[in-house]
């Protein structure tokens, strides 16, 4: 066996104990004689699992007890449509649009209501984090919405927007479990697993439960009204359960290395490695404004397409994979997830001085 140093920005690496663990269950799951995969969603084993799952999600993100845990389909863009059917009392929100995803979001709510861009980075191609400290927020909106960690871009919001009192939406999908949230900040945290969590395929979705509730705009499909999933406790039908078993799973790992504060602490001393070196070097370059790094996806280029695509090209036969950028900002971006080890950071960074020196 083999792995590589995958630097996937999602589908991404997950922890290797955890991969053995399911390896090892996968033929027989404790004793029961049949893999996650063939059980019914409404046995006893699975609702341990599901239940499970959510304990120790609620324990990691000290997550209060009015806010509801939904593990829903549809990827995180099934959401872009989902909050404003279930948010949109007065049919307006204001969108900060920091990147793609954002935009994909603000782009989905117009379709039901008045979406406002309050602020942009597109100017600069998405490069920084708009000041929010006194966004053009108005009385009738229902709630702020932000993509907290650009994905594509590399950027983070160190600071939550403020908001003027109202609700703050985040897709939280490139950052899940990076670092302590204050979890009352928000109104809805949601994101995809697939990035830094677990499997594609579940979503997990956090609300506070007053939010939850019939009054949803006419039309909402049954299935994408969250008091339907929040009364069936995620199971009005059959759930993502492999993916949520992979999910718990996770979530022990985490607890495992110490919680969230040890992550980000682990995630910090990651990142500085990568960015010191960019900072130094004469050949390859962050694309970001420094305050707004983020911790999880750092794109770099050496400002020649031709070195970009070499570098591309000779990192993958050296075991480094995944390391081209979004085909919308090409250069290169190494996403660097929990469960991407320093030591896969340290020798990307040693590969790249040695590039360097070869190519100068
Ligand atoms: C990947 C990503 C999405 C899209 O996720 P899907 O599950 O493919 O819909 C949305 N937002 C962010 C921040 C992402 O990184």
Not at 43 to 65: G, T
Not at 244 to 264: D, Q, R
Not at 297 to 313: I, Q, R, S, W
């Amino acid at each position: 066996m083999s792995r590589v140093y995958n630097f996937s920005a999602g589908p991404a690496v997950l922890p290797e104990e955890v991969l053995r663990e399911a390896a090892e269950e996968m033929m027989d799951y404790r004793g029961c004689g049949m893999s996650v995969m063939e059980m019914s969603h409404r046995s006893k084993v699975f609702d341990e699992i599901i239940k499970e799952a959510e304990a120790d999600l609620r324990d990691l993100m000290n997550i209060p007890d009015n806010y509801k845990v939904l593990f829903l389909q549809g990827g995180a863009s099934q959401q872009f449509a989902a909050i404003p059917m279930n948010l949109m009392k007065n049919r307006k929100a204001g969108y900060i649009i920091t990147g793609q995803w954002a935009k994909k979001a603000y782009q989905e709510a117009k379709i039901y209501g008045e979406a406002v861009e309050l602020a942009s980075s597109a100017d600069k191609t998405f490069s920084y984090i708009p000041d929010c400290s006194d966004l053009p927020i108005t009385e009738d909106m229902d709630y702020v919405y932000i993509c907290e960690n650009n994905t594509i871009y590399g950027t983070k919001f160190k600071e939550l927007p403020d908001t003027k009192g109202k609700d703050l939406v985040a897709d939280v999908s490139s950052c899940f479990l990076s670092e302590p949230v204050d979890v009352s900040r928000y109104a809805v945290i949601y994101g995809g697993v697939q990035k830094n969590i677990g499997p594609a395929g579940v979503v997990i979705a956090i609300i506070r439960e007053d939010l939850i509730t019939d009054d949803v705009l006419p039309g909402t499909p049954t299935m994408l009204k969250y008091k339907t999933q929040a009364d069936n406790d995620s199971l009005y039908n059959t759930p993502p359960c492999y993916g949520i078993y992979i999910c718990g799973k996770v979530f022990k790992w985490l607890k495992k290395m110490g919680g969230l504060e040890v992550m980000k602490q682990k995630n910090e001393e990651k990142a500085k490695i990568l960015y010191d070196f960019l900072d130094e070097s004469k050949m390859f370059k962050g694309t970001v404004a420094s305050k707004d790094r983020s911790l999880m996806n750092v794109p770099f280029v050496t400002g020649n397409d031709e070195l970009d695509a070499k570098f591309v090209k000779e990192a993958k036969a050296a075991g480094f994979e995944n390391l081209k950028g979004h085909r919308s900002v090409g250069g290169m971006r190494a996403s660097i997830y929990n469960a991407m080890p320093k030591e896969g950071v340290e020798k990307l960074v040693a590969f790249m001085k040695e590039f360097e020196e070869k190519n100068r």
